[in-house]
């Protein structure tokens, strides 16, 4: 409600909290024709890994980040550590508590214990299998007063007597200006070139000034676009590998807990890394982009709504999610390689499947991210809102990944399709941009 007690009309009504977040099954992304040389790969400048902890309970620790943004409270900071920790049976939190061990605030370090946010759902069977141990995505939060002296390191420990990881705090950039928008992403194996033009060249025309890429293993082919976006300064590479010691390195060998588990703290990295740099983050898969329906760029749309809104208040904003499969009629008159032009045919609102959404957030407003959604919100915060599909979607293309659940419901879905001619509007843009980006990279000609 608005200060004049107007329903927010850009807003789904009544539908904030009833969309069900449903496991579904996963296919990889990765390309199977092709052969990846270990010895190829690029080497990025930004680049972070995992500490292991050696402890009674595994855990990997990913990052950490000092956190005293004025959505957790006036009086409130906190130490975000990002980890996968196991987890003894499905639906059973890990044994015992765990302490935090906050070096550089007094001679000796200042032990608290720490808050426990999962990120999903409790009972979802949706966790990593490894050393037999099943694994799930934490975010540890060691909380503080705000006028105590910043930490310098910190450990985890189920023990408050002793230690066995040391990981630096990060103290995220607070510039000066915050730019609008970035979108963060995560890539594996092999994402076609001209996917990746298309969506980068979408998203500059969109009003995003940063597009950043956490990456595992990419073939030679995406590499040479991600390394060309880098030196142009559009986009920034963070390569982002497994935490498990011998386990498949390759995608195609990957099992799909394995990707997923990864993406969500690839996402939350991203989240806190650049909390303070931007006003909205936006986060997708490689093969999706949400689309306004009724602005030019991300900038009025966000403007659009947060005034008829009537008040600013730190939000995450959910996209619902059409598809656009490959095996749906296609335009044959436009260009092969510019699939938001090729694949003007939709899967229609209203079947009976799990609801999927993306979100654009402020990060003030966020403590954890899920995959499709913020999943812990900090206080002072908004939860999800869910965003009108007269007002913006999220485009989706991919092959039909729904013969998983159910035979047949593929070709059923040809049945039920509806016509969406929304990007027709960028082509006049967007074609000249992709031409230059192939032409600079040397590919074959768009057409």
């Known amino acids: 409600m608005n200060s004049q007690g107007t329903k927010f009309s850009y807003l789904e009504e009544g539908e904030d909290d009833k969309i069900s977040i449903e496991p579904l099954k996963f296919e990889a992304q990765s390309e199977t024709n092709y052969t990846f040389d270990e010895n190829f790969a690029a080497r990025w400048p930004s680049s972070i890994s995992w500490q292991k902890t050696k402890d009674s309970i595994e855990m990997y620790i990913l990052s950490a980040f000092y956190d005293d943004r004025p959505s957790l409270g006036s009086r409130t900071a906190a130490v975000q550590v990002l980890a996968l920790s196991e987890q003894p049976s499905v639906g059973v939190p890990a044994q015992g508590d765990i302490y935090c061990h906050l070096w550089g605030t007094s001679q000796k370090p200042l032990v608290v214990k720490a808050q426990r946010n999962l990120l999903g759902i409790e009972r979802m069977k949706r966790y990593l299998t490894f050393h037999n141990k099943g694994f799930r995505s934490y975010i540890w939060s060691c909380k503080i007063k705000r006028d105590t002296k910043i930490p310098v390191f910190v450990s985890i420990s189920y023990r408050t007597n002793i230690t066995t990881s040391f990981m630096p705090v990060q103290i995220p950039t607070k510039p000066k200006v915050k730019q609008e928008f970035a979108v963060c992403q995560r890539y594996f194996g092999h994402v076609d070139p001209y996917l990746i033009i298309e969506m980068m060249e979408l998203y500059k025309i969109l009003g995003v000034s940063k597009s950043i890429i956490y990456i595992t293993n990419l073939s030679p082919e995406t590499s040479k676009v991600l390394l060309h976006y880098s030196q142009e300064g559009f986009m920034e590479v963070v390569d982002f590998q497994t935490p498990f010691e011998n386990y498949p390195r390759f995608p195609p060998m ?115 991210l899920h995959i499709h959604r913020c999943w812990v919100h900090t206080r002072l915060a908004k939860h999800n809102s869910i965003v009108k599909p007269s007002v913006a979607l999220s485009f989706h293309y991919r092959k039909c990944h729904f013969e998983l659940e159910e035979q047949g419901k593929c070709e059923q879905f040809l049945n039920e399709t509806i016509r969406e001619t929304a990007m027709v509007s960028f082509k006049e843009k967007l074609l000249p941009a992709m031409q230059q980006q192939v032409d600079a990279l040397g590919l074959a000609p768009i057409g």
Do not use: W
Not at 350 to 365: C, E, Q, R, T, W
């Open 254 to 368: 990957h099992k799909p807990n394995h990707i997923r588990i990864l993406q969500v703290h690839s996402y939350n990295d991203c989240m806190y890394r650049n909390m303070y740099k931007y006003k909205h983050i936006i986060f997708t898969d490689p093969d999706e982009i949400i689309i306004p329906m009724q602005h030019a760029t991300y900038s009025d749309m966000m403007k659009e709504m947060k005034l008829d809104l009537g008040f600013d208040v730190p939000t995450p904003y959910l996209f619902k999610n059409v598809f656009f499969f490959q095996h749906f009629p296609q335009e044959e008159s436009e260009p092969a390689q510019v699939r938001s032009l090729r694949f003007q045919t939709r899967l229609a609102p209203g079947n009976p499947f799990p609801a999927v959404i993306k979100v654009i957030l402020d990060p003030m407003s966020c403590l954890g």
